[in-house]
């Protein structure tokens, strides 16, 4: 089984819409993270979280929140969907045990369109 | 603001050629440096770290840090048709509890 996974891996929408993006980890990593990617861009950091307690701020988190409902659950939502929000998205983990040489670990992503 | 530069390629090698990937980095600070390969689609996989100025070897792939030009590179031996892909550096900072810094990512293409 995946260590990180990703619900849905791809999803359609409308503008408007509400959409949640899951990611669940088997890890035990108490780090989170959700970025997009659109093509030539890179990733770009939406929101990350150091524990359920701690939620922060990337680079760009206008029109998205996160909710972490528990360790091993992380979830991205885009309140009112819009065509340049489509993007593929990751989610990532890491350990923050493993001090400065822990990497970050990622899901497999969900490809999300607006139309 | 911390920014990890790459050149976005494509970089075109034929196959049994060392493909050279290089990135800068503006805070000098950092602490450690990753390589991730990305196939088209896919989400990015770790090929290898560095921390320590020098060179570190793992089978084809070689990653060289110079902290005093701010600069890591990452050299594949004897290159494949596979290992055609984009390639992302990604940088610690100094400032201890942030996420990785990523460049955009240098694609690869390996010519049979």
């Known amino acids: 089984d995946a260590d990180v996974t990703q619900t849905p891996r791809n999803r359609i929408t409308k503008t408007g819409k509400r959409i949640m993006l899951e990611c669940s980890q088997t890890?035990?990593?108490?780090?989170m993270y959700w970025y997009r990617q659109d093509p030539g861009l890179g990733l770009q950091l939406i929101y990350y979280?150091?524990?359920?307690?701690?939620?922060n701020k990337g680079e760009i988190s206008d029109g998205y929140s996160v909710s972490r409902q528990a360790q091993a659950k992380f979830s991205l939502s885009l309140e009112s969907a819009i065509p340049n929000q489509t993007a593929l998205y990751f989610c990532?983990?890491?350990?923050?045990?493993?001090?400065?040489?822990?990497?970050?670990?990622f899901g497999p992503g969900t490809r999300l369109t607006v139309l | 603001q911390k920014e990890v530069e790459q050149n976005s390629g494509p970089l075109s090698v034929p196959e049994g050629a060392i493909a050279s990937l290089n990135c800068t980095y503006s805070?000098?600070?950092?602490?450690?440096f990753f390589w991730y390969r990305q196939y088209s689609g896919k989400s990015p996989e770790l090929i290898m770290f560095?921390?320590?100025?020098g060179d570190k070897e793992d089978g084809r792939f070689t990653a060289q840090l110079n902290k005093a030009s701010q600069y890591v590179s990452l050299l594949i031996r004897d290159s494949q048709p596979s290992d055609s892909a984009t390639y992302l550096c990604?940088?610690?900072?100094?400032?201890?509890?942030?996420?990785?810094?990523f460049g955009k990512g240098t694609r690869l293409s390996v010519i049979a």
């Open positions: 990604a940088v610690r900072p100094n400032s201890g509890n942030t996420p990785l810094v």
């Open positions: 979280s150091f524990d359920v307690k701690d939620i």
């Open positions: 560095i921390y320590s100025n």
């Open positions: 890890k035990g990593h108490d780090r």
């Open positions: 805070d000098r600070g950092s602490q450690s």
């Open positions: 990532a983990t890491s350990d923050a045990s493993g001090g400065a040489v822990n990497e970050q670990f």
